[in-house]
């Protein structure tokens, strides 16, 4: 089965009442539309047929099967959940590097901060430097 506005405008009527998802962060579906540059708009993991909007949220195309629906949504869940465990301080105990590298990078998170830290501590050489030197 395979509804597309341009050569099932009436059909595809049917499937008007169905919009997408709305919200940023939504889970696409994202399976193609065979021979139709579209992609399902709706959510990951849905049921019943896929769907393509337009940006408008129009009905553009109505398609059944595709590739696995449920393998692609699982392969999506697998990969956030890696990305979460990798997020997760506890999960492989870091170093005390890695953390005080995680925390400068933080706060120096810009090239100016950089520059002025350099700039500071090339000051505090130079003011040490010189204290020295009126002590000798
Ligand atoms: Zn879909």
Do not use: N
């Not at 994202?30 to 399902?40: D, L, S, T, Y």
């Not at 109505?62 to 449920?70: F, P």
């Not at 005080?100 to 003011?127: K, P, T, W």
Request: charged share 25%.
């Amino acid at each position: 089965m395979k509804l597309t506005l341009e050569h099932d405008p009436e059909s595809i009527q049917r499937y008007a009442h169905i919009k997408p998802p709305r919200g940023l962060g939504v889970q696409r579906c994202h399976i193609p539309c065979p021979g139709v540059g579209r992609q399902c708009t709706l959510e990951s993991g849905h049921r019943g047929p896929h769907v393509a909007h337009d940006w408008r949220g129009r009905v553009t195309a109505v398609w059944e099967g595709g590739r696995a629906v449920q393998g692609s949504a699982d392969a999506r869940k697998r990969v956030a959940e890696a990305a979460t465990r990798r997020d997760d301080p506890g999960a492989d105990s870091p170093s005390a590097l890695t953390l005080l590298g995680r925390s400068l990078a933080r706060r120096f998170s810009s090239v100016e901060d950089v520059v002025m830290l350099i700039l500071f501590l090339a000051f505090l050489g130079f003011a040490v430097d010189w204290f020295l030197r009126m002590l000798g």
